[in-house]
């Protein structure tokens, strides 16, 4: 299993463009979020899913469009990049409610 | 809501000793709860997780903690510190659909 892959792991946008960051997990898991990473504030929950067609928005989802079509996939979509973005976005997966979840390696965007 | 507090955002400790990070949560209903560690450019790995079966938990790399309901805590413990152990470690807690975390405690070891 390559378990939760992301798509790139590096990215540099000039602000205004739109890029979509992509998630991919071989589990099988029910359950898939995104979190952004910034220094002192931990992870914050941008959007979730608990399955193919339903997605839910987390603390921070202004800027961030989700959807879900098949349970492998779940990819993030940035509409028109701002300086606040950058960040480093995770992507995450489990199988249900209270189990652990699983990270990708990150994907470092920067916005200029 | 369900939150998490990280009691200090930097702990330094010298290598043999006792580490003590700090990890207090806000849920409306039983949690589950998490740490994870991170280590320099690299993903988050599962250190252990509370699902009710027991309060003491035991974890990978020597790493332990313990659930108090009484003080909603989950602070998270090693008995002796060693290099490898620096890095950050996240609290986590989850009620149902979601997964929040804490703002995370970087750990310093000193030789």
């Known amino acids: 299993n390559a378990g939760v892959t992301q798509t790139p792991k590096f990215q540099v946008l000039k602000t205004g463009q739109s890029m979509t960051l992509q998630c991919a997990q071989d589990?099988?898991?029910?359950?898939m979020s995104w979190y952004r990473q910034d220094p002192g504030m931990g992870l914050r929950l941008i959007h979730y899913?608990?399955?193919?067609?339903?997605?839910d928005q987390g603390e921070v989802p202004n800027g961030y469009n989700v959807s879900r079509s098949t349970t492998e996939d779940f990819p993030l979509r940035l509409l028109s990049a701002a300086p606040s973005q950058t960040s480093v976005y995770f992507c995450?997966?489990?199988?249900?409610?209270?189990?652990?979840?699983?990270f990708g390696p990150g994907t470092r965007l920067t916005v200029l | 809501a369900q939150s998490v507090t990280q009691l200090g955002s930097h702990v330094s400790v010298s290598e043999g000793a006792l580490v003590l990070l700090r990890c207090n949560y806000s849920?409306?209903?039983?949690?589950?709860l998490f740490w994870y560690v991170q280590y320099p450019n690299q993903g988050l790995q599962l250190l252990l997780k509370?699902?009710?079966?027991?309060?003491l938990v035991k974890g990978i790399n020597g790493f332990e903690a313990e659930f108090k309901k009484s003080e909603t805590s989950f602070h998270l413990t090693k008995p002796s510190a060693h290099m490898s152990d620096a890095a950050e470690y996240f609290c986590?807690?989850?009620?149902?659909?979601?997964?929040?975390f804490g703002a995370g405690t970087r750990l310093t070891v000193k030789p």
């Open positions: 509370y699902t009710s079966a027991a309060t």
């Open positions: 899913s608990v399955g193919a067609g339903i997605t």
């Open positions: 589990m099988n898991h029910e359950y």
């Open positions: 995450a997966s489990r199988k249900a409610a209270g189990n652990e979840q699983f």
């Open positions: 986590a807690v989850s009620e149902q659909v979601d997964m929040r």
């Open positions: 849920s409306s209903v039983p949690p589950y």
